[in-house]
């Protein structure tokens, strides 16, 4: 079931009581900008078109749906709903049906390439948003493996894609590979995004050299149980478990050009400390789902086939990601965070949260009070 760890958060959300949170203060006179802002959800998430959301948003959790809670008070705020396990170029092309009304195309060269079907869900008539081009911009925001998601959306929507271009007869390309959408988009943020993948997936991975000694029977085993815990009938090379690993995060991000028109911002989380023995563990209150995670990524250390060097700056993490790939794809440009002075073309990098993994869902078993932090964030974009 490609939603099992979804169940399992429901039925644990649903022990925990709903908070009462003070309301945020919503000042629109500084306002430049009223976009709508488009959240993508993370590996093995739902968004508004999925039945689970009835139940409990992924973005929310147990204080409620955050969308309709932002759209109560004015703004205009949608969560997609992109396959839980598929690779970045599966879930953009289901974003862009989604924000556009249409039928989703994989594209004829990837599609056969990857060898399935070409088209996926259909959304004619029953858009995510009212409108999507030059004029009605939009601002993306990726939780997770959302955040790698939106980062590949972009692109096709700068530079469509070359291969599909060449393979696909003109009338039958999808406008998404055509490019030249690029100021379509008004801001990207990355939330807890593995942007340069994380060594969650180098555990499994067969041609990466560790000091734990991992080899090529666990490297398989790992991409077998992958495929069949989540019921995907996708080749391992086109899930978010291969667009996750190092090499492959880097090569995809290397290959997405900065856009001068759009402003970048990514939000790193850590929510473990250095111990005695220099290796990095979870703190108290992690999460118990993302224990063993961190733990194993904080005693990680390797070298990947591309010869990316997995020292101890690695460890640090959030439970899931470590923080070094958070901040900013390595090779792009970018800076720290400067309210007084935010520039588009480059990546704005927040100060660590010091929060774990779930914290952008509303937490976990540590309640956060996301919707005041969201509206702040929401009056930030919009006074650009």
Known sequence: MKRLVSFFLTIVMFLLPGLNLPRREIDRSAWNTDYAYVFVHGLNGWGEYDRMDHLISYFGSFTGSLMRNLRARGLHCYAASVDPVDSAWDRACELYAQLTGTLTDYGAVHSARCH???????????????????????????????????????????GGDAQERSGTPQEDLSPLFAGGKADWIYSLTALAAPLNGTTVYEMTNPETKSNLGMGNFPG????????????????????????????????LADACETVDSVYYF????????????????????????????????????????GGVVLDESWQENDGLVNTISELAPFHAPQQPLDLSHIEPGIWNIFPTLHADHMMFNGGFLRPTDIRNYYIDYIQMINTL
């Open 116 to 158: 399935h079907a070409r088209y996926g869900r259909d959304f004619t008539g029953r858009p995510l948003i009212d409108a999507f081009d030059e004029t009605h911009k939009v601002n993306l925001l990726g939780h997770s493996f959302g955040g790698a998601t939106v980062l590949i959306f972009l692109e096709l929507m700068r």
């Open 220 to 251: 398989q085993a790992g991409r077998d149980w992958f495929n069949h815990i989540f019921k995907t009938d996708r080749p391992f090379e086109d899930t978010a478990a291969y667009d996750m690993q190092v090499d492959r995060a880097i090569e």
């Open 266 to 305: 990514s939000v790193p989380c850590a929510y473990s400390r250095v111990a005695n023995n220099g290796n990095s563990v979870p703190l108290a209150g992690m999460v118990p789902m993302f224990l063993l995670t961190s733990k194993a990524i904080g005693m990680f250390r390797g070298v990947t086939a």
